[in-house]
């Protein structure tokens, strides 16, 4: 499967533990994107990267999450100090620049429940 | 700031019918437009991309149009079958000089079509 992978696919945590999340983009796709979407409403972008580096965060990432992309392939979101609010589902998209209209391709997300 | 709004939230429908969801987005600078579907619990599956200058985009049995000066984009499903039934997210990249991409999404509409 040449797609968008994550993992987990689904997480449960207590409040105030920490996460992480992977995510293996598309290969030789440069940019990769998170996106956070809770129940009922629209994905909302969170961070991207190109290549390795993290060239655009949200005001939604507060202090308590951090992304990486090391060697600009696979990239790491990580919780810490988990909250209920956290509960949504992480989506990771990736595309290449320059490449047509550059259609983001999605992951099948991960599913955090902070109880 | 873009803001992208979907009418209507939910749309129950007999198979066969014609059908038409609505997109609408605040700033009109944009790059480009996308159609989403998302089934329950899973990721998004990007069905149509329509570039800021064209005017409509068709795959199959499904047609969008952009009318960016105004705003506004239609998905239109023809002959509509149960498998249809998921929800349809809109989302728009917006063309300033200084985005990598990010989308802004809807908050998406429930399409169920019943035997």
């Known amino acids: 499967d040449t797609g968008v992978s994550q993992d987990p696919r689904h997480k449960i945590t207590k409040r105030g533990q920490n996460v992480t999340f992977r995510c293996d983009p598309i290969?030789?796709?440069?940019?990769l994107y998170w996106y956070r979407q809770t129940l009922g409403q629209g994905p909302e972008f969170l961070t991207y990267f190109q290549n390795e580096a993290q060239l655009e965060k949200s005001r939604l990432l507060s202090d308590r999450f951090s992304a990486e992309r090391p060697k600009g392939s696979f990239s790491t979101l990580e919780i810490q100090r988990t909250e209920q609010g956290d509960s949504a589902m992480y989506l990771c998209?990736?595309?290449?620049?320059?490449?047509?209209?550059?259609?983001?391709?999605f992951g099948p997300g991960t599913r955090l429940l902070v109880l | 700031k873009q803001e992208v709004t979907q009418i209507p939230a939910a749309l129950s429908v007999p198979e066969g019918e014609n059908l038409v969801l609505n997109c609408s987005f605040t700033?009109?600078?944009?790059?480009?437009l996308q159609w989403f579907r998302q089934d329950p619990g899973k990721g998004l599956t990007s069905l149509l991309l329509?570039?800021?200058?064209?005017r409509e985009q068709t795959s199959g049995r499904l047609n969008a149009s952009l009318d960016k000066s105004s705003g506004r984009s239609t998905l239109y499903i023809a002959a509509s079958q149960p498998g249809d039934s998921a929800t349809y997210l809109c989302?728009?990249?917006?063309?300033?000089?200084?985005?990598?991409?990010?989308?802004?999404f809807g908050q998406g509409t429930i399409l169920t079509v019943h035997p």
């Open positions: 329509i570039q800021s200058s064209q």
């Open positions: 290969s030789e796709h440069n940019r």
């Open positions: 989302a728009v990249r917006d063309g300033g000089g200084t985005s990598y991409g990010k989308l802004t």
């Open positions: 700033d009109s600078a944009i790059y480009n």
């Open positions: 998209a990736s595309s290449r620049r320059g490449e047509g209209q550059e259609t983001q391709y």
